[in-house]
């Protein structure tokens, strides 16, 4: 091993990351966003902070309908 050691730049790598993505077909991108949420929810699960994180889901998800609601009184017919 040849030191020191240097990392490599991390734009390199989601650069690279991100070429890889863009050369899937439509139905293998679903397939890895589908796998990084299920990740995601894995994690929440796992966490001890997990009441604390759903409820901040909640809080935005309850903001984002609010603002939906108040579009649709703004603009709707």
């Known amino acids: 091993m040849k ?3 240097n990392f490599p730049d991390p734009r390199d790598e989601a650069r690279r ?3 890889e993505f ?6 293998e991108r679903w397939v890895e966003i ?3 949420m299920a990740f ?5 699960a ?12 909640a809080d935005q998800e309850m903001d ?4 939906q ?3 649709f009184r703004r603009h709707g017919q």
Do not use: C, D, H
């Open 34 to 36: 589908a796998a990084m």
């Open 69 to 71: 609601k108040e579009l």
């Open 17 to 19: 990351r991100a070429q």
């Open 46 to 57: 796992s966490s001890p902070r997990r009441a604390m994180i759903e409820k901040r889901m």
């Open 22 to 27: 863009r050369e899937l077909s439509p139905t």
């Open 3 to 5: 030191l020191p050691y």
């Open 40 to 44: 995601g929810w894995e994690m929440v």
């Open 64 to 67: 984002a309908q609010n603002f």
